[in-house]
């Protein structure tokens, strides 16, 4: 090989390869520090949840499911 193959080798490493797994390095970190933010997020709020605060009901038909069943369309007159 002549010397500007190398040196266009090694420009190729330097300005393609470089860059992406730098970018795969920083896509690691932001994932594992939101994973860690989301975590922390839900144990929080296990432990300041309201007094009040209870489960919804289980939900027994499909239609409940789509809004439908919940209240009555046509109230009472």
Known sequence: MDSFTLISLYAL????IVP???????????????????????????????????????RSTMGQYLGFGVTPSDPPR
């Open 13 to 16: 490493i330097l300005w393609v």
């Open 20 to 58: 992406a797994v730098g970018l795969l390095l920083l896509y690691g970190v932001v994932r594992v520090a939101v994973s860690r933010g989301l975590r922390d997020h839900q144990k929080w709020m296990e432990k300041n949840r309201p007094g009040g605060w209870a489960p919804p009901e289980q």
